[in-house]
């Protein structure tokens, strides 16, 4: 879904073509705004960001076992400043396997130093096990996977998957119901947008491959009225 599709649906929801009411730019304005409040919700944002010792020096560091996400790279950090949450990690193509902290105590008693095989994510860090050593270390590609946040949508395609299209749409329409004081309208329409944003992470949907393609159903809100009900 682009920005102009996602305008033009509110306009007819609102039945506003004219922006007597709301003007185009406010409507652009409350697209950007469900956007990150979806992507932070649902997690739905997904980015990747791959580290060598040859592109990022220091990025990853022989012996240290922990990487600060938002930290700085070269020390102990991977430098991600929009991530949410990691969601996996590959090591040279491989995907490793997660662990909770809860099974930290179990497995690095069991493993030293070498190639990592296991991740985990604790206190704003990931961490690996077993830890790198010198000097394969520099011969490592991390790919790390993490849910981003959305801080932009000027124009052109959405950044989350098609399955949120409905939930940005909603979103929009119930702020934009707010501002007109049609609070019954409003209060319907996000106890339904709530309920939905709680099923589509859950959903896997493939990212699109058909982009511009997709058309918009002008009965949403109705639709999530019914679930609601």
Same mark, same amino acid.
């Given at each position: ?31 950007? !705004?469900?956007?990150?409040? +979806? ?35 070269? !020390? ?20 490793? +396997? ?12 069991? +493993? ?38 959305? #801080? ?6 959405? +950044? ?28 319907? #329409? ?5 309920? !939905? ?5 859950? !959903? ?26």
């Amino acid at each position: 879904m682009t920005l102009d599709e996602a305008v033009e649906q509110l306009q007819d929801w609102l039945s506003d073509f004219t922006g007597l009411t709301h003007r185009e730019a406010d409507l652009r304005d409350l697209m950007e !705004q469900a956007a990150s409040i +979806v992507a932070a919700l649902t997690l739905g944002y997904e980015r990747v960001a791959t580290f060598t010792d040859a592109d990022s020096p220091g990025a990853l560091l022989a012996g240290f076992r922990e990487y600060d996400i938002d930290g700085t790279i070269g !020390q102990g950090g991977l430098g991600i400043t929009d991530g949410l949450k990691v969601l996996a990690a590959h090591l040279d193509g491989q995907a490793l +396997v997660r662990i909770t902290p809860a099974q930290y105590s179990e497995v690095d008693p069991h +493993v030293s130093g070498g190639i990592p095989r296991y991740w985990y994510e604790f206190a704003g860090a990931v961490g690996l096990l077993p830890y790198p050593l010198a000097p394969t270390v520099a011969d490592y590609e991390l790919r790390v996977t993490y849910a981003a946040q959305v #801080t932009s949508w000027t124009s052109g395609e959405s +950044v989350l998957r098609p399955a949120h299209d409905e939930l940005l749409l909603a979103y929009a329409y119930l702020k934009a119901c707010l501002r007109e004081g049609r609070w019954q309208e409003a209060s319907t #329409t996000f106890e339904a947008w709530f309920q !939905q944003a709680q099923i589509v992470p859950m !959903q896997f949907t493939p990212p699109s491959t058909k982009r511009g393609e997709l058309t918009l159903a002008p009965t949403a809100p109705q639709r999530l009225r019914r679930r609601a009900g």
